[in-house]
């Protein structure tokens, strides 16, 4: 039998608006992302990959059908829960990194592990180890300004990982990356799947990565259109 997906979408439906100026963003989705995965969800400009994203996280309600995170609805529930269980069992990976400039790289990571209440000398010896497994043992004391955007990148990625969630959502991580840093990006995100048994749930424009994808589910017009198994899916 297959172990629960950590994302289970069936009959998911998202309209912005009302009456004339309605625009339905998903209409009937159905989706699982399995642990362990390195998903890719791709499609075209306006198909409603950000409105799913957005569900999947908590902070969009959907109109219809049922969304399940990790076995839970978070739809109907208050925003102080919802933001309760994305601090401790989702990490994001935004395009723009977001990373606070007056913070070094590892006190950037510490931080989502201070929220969760541990100590700060303890969130930051545990953001060094991270940063040591995305490649930046010695930037730990370095500011945002002063990092490429590629170890930008990487900090925004350790800070996605350290408090250990199962699942990981990326929205573009490669768009603001050269070729060779968005593969070496992408290779570590699919490690982090693996080693980790985590389920990472990519949103991409980006055809060249698409070589590190366990599955490619393709949207169109707000609806799943394909779900097929990626390149890596069977490549150590
Ligand atoms: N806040 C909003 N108000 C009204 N319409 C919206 C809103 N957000 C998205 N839409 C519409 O919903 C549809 C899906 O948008 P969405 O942003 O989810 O697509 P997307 O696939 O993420 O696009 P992109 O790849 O350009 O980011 C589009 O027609 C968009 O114009």
Do not use: W
């Amino acid at each position: 039998m297959q172990p629960t997906p950590a994302v289970r979408c069936r009959g998911l439906a998202k309209t912005y608006g009302r009456g004339d100026t309605a625009t339905p963003a998903l209409r009937a989705l159905d989706l699982d992302v399995r642990a362990g995965e390195l998903t890719l969800l791709v499609g075209p400009s306006g198909c409603g990959k950000s409105t799913l994203l957005s569900i999947i996280a908590g902070l969009l309600t959907p109109d219809g059908g049922s969304c399940e995170v990790l076995g839970q609805s978070l739809s109907g529930r208050p925003e102080v829960e919802r933001a309760a269980f994305r601090r401790d069992h989702v990490g994001f990976v935004f395009q723009g990194f977001n990373l606070l400039p007056s913070l070094t790289a590892a006190q950037n990571v510490a931080v989502a592990l201070m929220l969760q209440g541990v100590h700060e000398r303890v969130a930051v010896a545990r953001a060094r180890v991270v940063l040591g497994q995305v490649g930046l043992a010695d930037r730990g004391d370095a500011y945002p300004m002063t990092l490429s955007g590629g170890q930008q990148q990487r900090v925004a990625i350790a800070r996605a990982l350290v408090h250990s969630p199962a699942l990981v959502v990326c929205d573009e991580p490669t768009s603001a990356l050269d070729h060779a840093t968005g593969q070496s990006v992408m290779r570590q995100l699919r490690e982090v799947a693996r080693d980790a048994s985590r389920a990472l749930l990519v949103v991409t424009h980006d055809p060249r990565i698409h070589d590190y994808a366990d599955r490619i589910v393709e949207m169109d017009d707000g609806h799943v259109i394909d779900d097929r198994a990626g390149p890596a899916r069977d490549s150590t």
